[in-house]
């Protein structure tokens, strides 16, 4: 006989052997016990955690001949039968989702079975069906016959038509914990003679996020590579391509530190031992998920919610004692956006690099704390933390003074004006090229690039208060980019505007505001 997968030879045969769904187990047993079988079901939840092998079970019970407690006995003539298909007809919609092909099982179902008493239609995916499939479904579904229930199953509920829901009972399936797959993983184990120690099993649970299938195929592809001795953690990680947990934690003190160069030391770890770039991206972040839920309820409260080993929780209440909870919330986040770049990207490594050293430098856009600011540059500057009141009008900053030409100091002051509203008429292009170097400066597109009172005096006026305070702790870094732009040590002043956000702007300001894009007649 061919080899059976173990997801295929350990599919649950009855009710009590589904793993991790007690609620919807509980609610269908109890239908068939009490024989109050309703003719439409909708199983949602994620791929792996039981919603056609819940479909199966509950399709042999209700036609079962010698049922115990709900249960199929799974030894009389239709039990049997049901495994080859008999009274129960599965379907994928994925690949049978066409108008053309519900028409066609409108027309099967109308068939008494020869015996027993339910026809039993499982669609799996039904979410793929194309809408004058689910229109033709529907019809079925508002006036079924008395022999055919119709299980439905879905992994995005979403898709499916408000109308069809509505005429079904939902069935929720959750993700499975990972000491359920653990326990469930190590009874296969022991039952197929397979040597693993309990930390890879726990490993393997981890890594399955909740589906049981996934385990069963990962502990099945163990088993093929080391299948004359006990499997490891080290073994599972190597068949996986994961990376050693502990790498996370060097990684994590890196960033801690702000050492760029360990940060980098770590990636080409990562790549020279020819591991997953994007699994070390998804596990790093679920090692500081775990590490901010530390932060949050303590080494006590922290112990019943995370589901690491001792050595693992003593790393993280050490870290957790260094660091905040706003910066660790800040580098998840970075580090999600980085797996969603990953998913498409050729350069994996070029992206991991260019991200750790902006999370190492502090150089990210931050929404949960306020950026440091960067290293003070040769630029002086005036700190300037609010004007209650605008300028007067005879000398706002937008406005150049005339100049009388008594004196080669007068000839200077004009020339200094025209070299600063020379700048300012240049800020747009000059502040996008900002803005691609440093995003994390995006509140400058919410303010104006003003001529100040001096020769070299400029004035950046924020529209908000929120703003005002980004731009203020970036200030050094912006005077930083202006000198290198324009080799001249420009007295950089921040202000806060007074004016709403729904001001009137002038001809020059607006124009400047879009960059140019409208022409004024």
């Not at 269908?28 to 003719?39: A, F």
């Not at 019809?139 to 879905?154: D, G, N, R, S, W």
């Not at 653990?182 to 890594?207: G, K, N, P």
């Not at 019943?304 to 905040?324: F, I, K």
Request: charged share 25%; with cysteine.
């Amino acid at each position: 006989m061919a080899y059976l997968a173990l997801y295929r030879k350990h599919r649950p045969k009855n009710f009590d052997e589904i793993v991790g769904q007690r609620a919807v187990v509980t609610a269908l047993q109890n239908q068939v016990k009490y024989g109050q079988i309703g003719h439409a079901y909708l199983f949602c939840g994620t791929r792996g955690t039981g919603k056609t092998s819940t479909a199966k079970v509950f399709a042999r019970a209700v036609n079962c001949l010698h049922p115990v407690n709900g249960n199929p006995c799974n030894e009389c003539e239709l039990c049997r039968e049901a495994e080859s298909g008999f009274n129960v007809i599965e379907i994928d919609a994925a690949s049978n989702n066409g108008v053309d092909n519900i028409r066609d099982l409108r027309e099967e179902v109308q068939y008494t079975p020869s015996q027993g008493r339910y026809k039993v239609y499982i669609i799996d995916e039904v979410h793929m069906l194309s809408t004058a499939a689910f229109n033709a479904l529907l019809k079925t579904l508002e006036e079924p016959p008395e022999h055919a229930i119709f299980i439905l199953a879905t992994t995005d509920p979403q898709k499916v038509l408000p109308t069809i829901v509505s005429r079904c009972q939902r069935y929720d399936f959750r993700r499975i914990t990972a000491e359920e797959i653990t326990m469930q993983l190590r009874r296969v184990a022991q039952a197929e003679s397979i040597q693993a120690d309990d930390a890879a099993l726990a490993y393997i649970a981890a890594i399955a996020d909740g589906g049981m299938r996934d385990a069963l195929s990962i502990l099945d592809q163990c088993h093929a590579y080391y299948i004359d001795r006990t499997i490891t953690l080290a073994d599972v990680e190597e068949v996986l391509g994961a990376v050693d947990d502990r790498i996370f934690t060097k990684m994590t003190d890196a960033l801690i530190r702000q050492d760029v160069a360990a940060l980098l030391d770590g990636v080409a770890e990562v790549f020279d031992t020819g591991r997953d770039a994007l699994q070390f991206v998804t596990g790093w972040n679920g090692y500081l998920r775990n590490l901010l839920v530390m932060k949050v309820l303590g080494t006590r409260q922290a112990g019943s919610a995370l589901s690491v080993p001792a050595d693992s929780m003593e790393r993280l209440a050490d870290q957790a004692g260094q660091t905040g909870r706003n910066q660790i919330a800040g580098w998840i986040e970075q580090l999600a956006r980085l797996e969603m770049q990953l998913k498409t990207a050729s350069s994996r490594r070029i992206l991991i690099e260019v991200a750790v050293i902006r999370l190492g430098s502090g150089t990210y856009e931050e929404e949960f704390i306020p950026a440091k600011p960067a290293a003070k540059p040769a630029v002086r500057s005036v700190m300037q933390p609010s004007v209650t009141k605008p300028l007067p009008a005879q000398i706002q900053p937008t406005q150049v003074q005339p100049t009388k030409p008594k004196s080669s100091g007068s000839d200077r002051q004009a020339s200094g004006n025209t070299e600063v509203q020379k700048f300012v008429d240049a800020w747009p292009r000059l502040q996008d090229e900002l803005l691609r170097r440093s995003p994390n400066l995006m509140a400058l597109k919410y303010s104006q690039m003003k001529a100040g009172d001096g020769p070299a005096e400029l004035i950046l006026t924020a529209n908000m208060p929120v703003y005002y305070n980004q731009i203020e702790a970036h200030k050094e870094e912006i005077a930083s980019f202006i000198l290198e732009k324009t080799g001249t040590p420009y007295m950089l002043r921040v202000m806060k505007s007074d004016q709403p956000s729904g001001m009137s702007w002038g001809k020059e300001d607006f124009t400047r505001h879009i960059h140019g894009d409208v022409n004024f007649k």
